[in-house]
């Protein structure tokens, strides 16, 4: 277990664009979301107001040191969340799918929300695939996305972690948003 | 694509976003100037930005992280309910253990908490909650009929209730085995073994169709085999107790909501979303087959995504089983040959030809291809055991005509075969109903039919049509033509086989309405057989038939009426003599001329029963062809006004029809006849009831611009007229109407009685000019087609002098009004309500007339034989009552009057 300190050192490392920090910084930040979200959902599960914007946060009042770092800051911490997030989801729908897989596929008897849940967790695997494929094309394009979509992050927090304008932002997210929507749907 | 390219396009689309539309245009055409992929790229990339914001994709409240978030802790919900009421009591019951957990909830192992005796059973604890009163009740109404069924090879519901936290449960029979498949692959059954349990399946499928009970989740794992080797089904009619209630009254709506179903053994209509019939239970039922008899699954759904699977389901035809078999690599098909104690040609060999057949006509897309009943389906087995002609032999024609030709093509001609192949073709349409509409409509089924069968065997085999430029897009028409043309010089000499094919193309002809051709062609063979002196009566009969039916068609009542006579004449001759399915459906329609074209019902009645007992005599016990004949009985019984015996009838034809083949369009026929049957009763709730059924029931299987969703509408809007709701009797008449007219055109003999229903729609809403109109138009109609004294030419006639009366036109009522006397004299029984209808509106001319002796006995009549027949408190007896005392009233007999007040 990280400190604090050593969070908070970690990320202003990042913002400096140390690679290293970033590779350390991540696993950690996964696992304690992961941990956070699988225990939250134990204690709430009647009512399901847990969203990811307020799992993000408890994470990060958690590991940040509040008096060392600067608001803006926060957002590069949000945009790892992001990055987190997109894993943590794409590995439970995988593991959903080789669940239903395991048994007799054919033979589950769904009823319709758990078949809609199904679709979703098909449409956010190939959705994270279709990620990658933008990625190779055009590596903004494709973090704007995990930002807005995996983070629920505004356009103004991703232009601040991305540091970009807010203007390039909007456009990034239609273009990309365009295109997979064409590979997905189209 | 490349990194470069994308840089290109995206450069492109960044500026052409900041662009209004035109300039957009422009701008696009500038830059993709010689390119055309790079501007269709573009052009694309454009649109999906368009669409996605239009969707709000990867936007919005319910994006999927979101969803996956809450659906975690659904699951984290459910195993947490099941283990906890592990040693729990549900009513008398004491949860031993979980046996296992499914989409609709979770199953437990009980005993009896009392020990009052030793029983072990299952009980199934929903997960969904039934939120409102309304689906409770429903809940205990289906648990109620579920507990009903009764069968060794079904599971027995033995109770129901709710849990303190408000959760349905069942209690049902614990079955403890092992699934079908398993069952016979571990025992290594052999073809015929694993057939002999599939039967029994079948068997207890039909069961609960007969007791109105749909399975909707027929699989392996609910169909087991107990350690003393004994079938059970399980689950039956569970997947309908969780569906919502369905919207009552609209009907045009299709349904929605929750639905329960297993992807792979799930009906094309299922994934649609749409009403579950038997023909659904069918459909798993072809699948089960299909896995039994090759091991395998039709469809391979492995790793494939639910859109994908849907797809699949919905468009993807499955390949026939012996040639999936021959597919599978040799080992696997080693292993499953070994599991059916055989060797993989023997089993291929056995699975080509007919069980391919039953097999791919269970698992028809489209409902009404697939078996009608589980009956039927039992049928095919049992024939195929027998080496008998099986019923999906549509597709076998095809195989075995084909086969033929394959056989003797070089001493085939073109033109023989395409005789062989269309005899066949109509061979298998023997057993049609002998209802008019129903044949209109296989007319157009078989015309379609007859030139995909031909265009396809013209366009591979014959060099006749290739040497004359025929292409692909040949049409019945020229197909026609073409036969039309060669018959006499290709069977020069067989005159027996001339005479056939001629018959035949006649057939179609009539039958598309060309009469002058159909005639010159069927009076050609019928010259041919007469000339020929009794060498193929069969044959000769048939000929003749067909012309008799092309006459009734045209209207030529009287020659069609003699030609049916000697038909039967020739058949009689025949070794069979009469006690034929052909004879019989001779015989019956020339009994339905007799009273419909030429108002003989006395001639009808006996012809008809007459055939009735030749059906009854060939079939013993059930069968479709009854059912037909009873319904004819009602249906003339009905016109005449014999409402008791009509009535018997048709409940005959109905309880035929669902036990035989549950639902279908002939039944839909038979209870929307009998619909109108209650409302002369004066039934009018029940009336309405069944012909909204008879509606819904057309609607799935002849689609919404059909005939029969024309008449029906028409029909329930004659209900309505009755029961005084004018307001959607006239929007369902109109609609009827307009349906009507784009099927017939201008005039029929059903656009002709819809309009009479209009008129009188209209003159009980006291629009007494329009009213004129229509029926002295609906009238003239009426007088077209039917001669002259026909009982049905009274309904106009009455509607008229009605109309008239309530007009003060005295003098003209009279005359109409006596002429319906007439004419409902001679061709109704005196106690009939047609008598009754028209004696109430004569009556009331004849007080408005001052001729009160005369009114008094025609109103009492009339009074005596309603009571008998509806009662005394029925609407029109009240009707005749309130006449009776304003005669006696204006006759100055107050003291009677107050009798009939």
Redesign the interface.
């Known amino acids: 277990m990280k400190t604090k300190s050593e969070v908070t050192r970690l990320l202003l490392e990042i913002k400096e664009g140390s690679k290293e920090a970033y590779e350390q910084l991540f696993p950690f930040v996964y696992d304690e979301l992961k941990r956070v ?1 699988y225990s939250k ?2 204690k ?2 009647d009512d ?1 107001t ?3 914007t307020g799992l993000v946060h408890e994470v990060y009042l958690k590991m940040i040191d509040q008096t060392k770092i600067k608001a803006e800051d926060k957002n590069h911490f949000m945009a790892i969340s992001a990055r987190c ?1 997109r894993q943590i ?1 794409v590995d ?2 995988r593991k959903k799918k080789a669940e239903k897989r395991g048994g ?21 695997i ?2 994270d695939a279709k990620l990658d494929e933008l990625a ?3 590596q903004r394009l494709a973090d704007v ?1 995990v930002l ?3 983070g ?1 992050m505004t356009v103004s927090a991703t232009a601040d972690a991305l540091e970009i304008s807010e203007r390039t932002v909007k ?1 990034d997210w ?2 990309a ?6 590979e997905i ?2 | ?1 490349g ?1 470069q390219h ?1 840089e290109k396009i ?1 450069n492109i ?2 500026t052409a ?1 900041e662009l209004e539309k035109e300039e957009r245009k422009r701008y696009i055409n500038k830059e993709c100037k010689d390119d055309p992929e790079l501007k269709s790229e573009v052009t ?3 649109e ?6 239009a ?1 709000e ?2 936007e919005g409240k319910e ?11 659904k699951t ?2 459910k195993s ?1 309910t099941s283990s906890s009421l592990v040693g729990q009591n549900i009513d008398n019951f004491k949860i031993l253990e979980v046996v296992g957990h ?3 909830g979770s199953v437990f192992l009980a005993e009896r908490a009392d020990k009052a005796y030793d029983q072990t059973v299952a009980i199934k604890v929903l ?2 909650g039934m939120d409102t009163p309304s689906n409770i009740l429903r809940f205990k109404r289906e648990r109620n009929i579920l507990a009903k069924l009764e069968h060794p090879n079904i599971s027995r519901l033995l109770d129901g209730g709710m849990t303190n936290e408000g959760l349905p449960y069942l209690v049902m029979e614990y079955v403890k085995g092992t699934p079908l498949i398993t069952y016979c692959d571990t025992n290594n059954l052999t073809i015929e073994q694993r057939l002999d349990l599939f039967k029994l399946v079948c068997q207890a499928v039909q069961h609960a169709h007969n007791n109105a009970v749909i399975h909707r ?1 027929l ?3 609910n169909i087991l085999v107990t350690e003393d080797g004994k079938v059970k089904i399980l689950d039956f009619g569970i ?1 309908k107790l ?1 569906e919502p209630e369905e919207v009552s009254e609209n009907l045009f709506q299709t349904r929605t ?9 799930a009906a094309p209509e299922q994934v649609e979303g749409e009403a579950v019939t038997t023909a659904t239970d069918t459909y798993a039922l072809g699948i089960l087959l299909y896995k039994l008899l090759t091991g395998v ?1 039709p469809f391979d ?1 492995e790793k494939k ?3 994908e699977i849907e797809r699949l389901i919905r468009k993807k035809t499955p390949t026939k089983p012996s040639t999936k078999l021959g597919e599978l690599p040799k080992s696997k098909q080693q292993q499953i040959a070994e599991q059916h104690n055989s060797t993989p040609s023997v089993l291929q060999n056995a699975l080509k030809g007919d069980l391919d057949a039953i097999v791919m006509k269970a698992l028809r897309k489209e409902r009404k291809k697939r078996y009608n009943s589980t009956d039927q389906l039992l049928e095919d087995l049992r024939r195929r055991k027998q080496n008998l002609p099986i019923i999906a032999r549509e597709d076998t024609i095809r195989y075995k005509t084909s086969k033929f030709i394959r056989r003797h093509k070089a001493g085939l001609s073109a033109a023989a075969g395409f005789a062989l192949l269309i005899i066949s073709f109509f061979a298998f349409y023997t057993w049609q109903i002998t209802d008019e509409r129903n044949q209109a409509r296989r007319a157009a089924q078989k015309a379609e039919a007859v030139t995909s069968y031909l265009t396809d065997l013209l366009s591979r085999s014959n060099p006749y049509l290739e040497e004359k430029n025929v292409g692909l897009d040949v049409t019945l028409g020229s197909v026609l033509q073409y036969g039309h043309k060669t018959i006499d010089q290709e069977f020069e000499n067989q005159p027996v086989v001339k005479a056939k094919v001629k018959t035949v193309i006649g057939q179609v002809y009539s039958q598309l309405g060309e009469f002058g051709k159909a005639e010159s062609l069927l009076t050609e063979a019928y010259q041919i057989h007469k000339g020929l002196k009794s060498k193929a009566m069969i044959d000769q009969a048939n000929t003749t038939k067909t012309l008799a039916f092309m006459y009734q068609d045209k209207g030529n009542y009287d020659r069609a009426e003699t030609l049916l006579q000697e038909t039967i004449q020739t058949l009689q001759t025949t070794k069979k003599g009469l006690i034929t399915e052909e004879a019989a459906s001779s015989i019956a329609r020339l009994g339905n001329l007799s009273w419909f074209n030429k108002g003989q019902f006395k001639t009808a009645d006996s012809l008809l029963t007459k055939a009735l007992e030749i059906e009854q005599q060939i079939h013993s016990g059930n069968h479709l062809h009854i059912a037909t004949r009873y319904n004819d009985l009602a249906t003339m019984n009905h016109a005449q006004g014999k409402l008791s015996i009509a009535d018997s009838y048709y409940r005959k034809a109905i309880a035929n029809y669902r036990r035989l083949s549950g639902e279908h369009a002939n039944l839909a026929i038979i209870l929307s006849n009998f619909a109108i049957l209650l409302k002369d009763r004066g039934d009018y709730k029940e009336a309405e009831q069944k012909q909204i059924e008879a509606l819904k029931m057309h609607k799935e299987h002849s689609g919404e611009n059909s005939i029969d969703i024309a008449l029906g509408t028409g029909k329930l809007g004659q209900i309505y007229v009755e029961m005084g709701k004018y307001e959607r009797a006239d929007s369902l008449l109109h609609l009827s109407l307009e349906k009507l007219h784009k099927i017939y055109g201008e005039s029929h003999p059903y656009i002709a009685r819809n309009n009479l229903i209009l008129g009188k729609l209209v003159r009980l809403k006291k629009n007494y000019q329009e009213a004129e109109e229509i029926l002295s138009n609906a009238h003239a109609q009426f007088s077209k087609v039917y001669p002259e004294n026909h009982p049905r030419i009274s309904d106009p006639l009455l509607e008229l002098g009605l109309l008239y009366l309530e007009n003060d036109r005295l003098q003209q009522a009279g005359s109409y009004l006596e002429k319906t006397l007439d004419i409902r004299t001679s061709s109704y029984p005196n106690e009939s309500w047609q008598m009754a209808e028209i004696q109430a509106a004569y009556g009331k001319y004849l007080v408005r007339s001052e001729e009160y002796k005369k009114a008094e006995k025609v109103l009492l009549n009339s009074y005596d034989s309603l009571v008998k027949f509806r009662g005394e408190q029925d609407p029109l007896t009240l009707k005749i009552q309130r006449n009776i005392a304003s005669l006696y009233k204006e006759w100055n007999k107050p003291e009677l009057a107050e009798k009939y007040r």
């Open positions: 979200a959902l134990q709430e599960r399901i847990l969203t990811e997030m989801l439970h729908a007799d596929q054919q033979d589950v008897t769904y009823v319709d929300e758990l078949l809609k849940a199904r679709h979703e967790a098909d449409e956010l190939d959705l190779e094309l055009d996305v807005r979509f995996f629920q456009r239609a273009k948003r365009g295109w997979l929507y064409k749907k189209g | 694509m990194q994308w995206n689309v960044d976003l694309r990339l454009l999906s930005i368009q669409e996605s914001e969707e994709f990867l994006s999927y992280p979101q969803n996956l978030v809450s659906e975690l802790s984290f919900e947490e499914g989409g609709m997960r969904r989740d699989k392996p794992s997947a969780l909501g929750a639905r329960m179903l297993t992807m792979g053994y699954h759904l995504n639910v859109t």
